[in-house]
């Protein structure tokens, strides 16, 4: 269950991170709104996973795939290119949650 939290809590990160940017500096008041309520939600939800996970394993996963997420999304939606340095760091990222989960004593599988 504490994965489940945790990825809603990405989320919950994810579509904070891509509200800002669609707020234009918080000119945009839904968009604001958004922003506000998601990061809220995505830091409850953490907030409960360091329950379970160690906060050095729990911000890792969390920031890690809100990072994957949000370079996607900033690909997709506000047409942002990553050069392959940027591309490189992100699966870097990946390459680190991965390891991460599969070879951690630290994670509690």
């Known amino acids: 269950m504490t ?3 945790l990825a809603f809590a990405v989320l919950a990160e994810t579509i ?3 509200a800002l940017q669609a707020s234009q500096q918080f000119t945009r008041p839904l968009p604001s709104v958004l922003v506000v309520i998601s990061y809220a939600l995505a830091f409850w939800l953490l907030s409960i996973v360091l329950r379970s996970l160690p906060v050095g394993i729990a911000y890792a996963l969390w920031s ?3 990072i994957v997420f949000i370079a996607i999304i900033g690909l997709v939606v506000f047409g942002q290119r990553l050069d392959w340095p940027a591309v490189l760091g992100i699966a870097l990222i ?3 949650i991965l390891v991460i989960n599969l070879f951690s004593a630290t994670t509690g599988h």
């Open 3 to 5: 994965y489940v939290i």
């Open 16 to 18: 904070g991170t891509a």
């Open 64 to 66: 890690g795939l809100g």
């Open 94 to 96: 990946l390459a680190g």
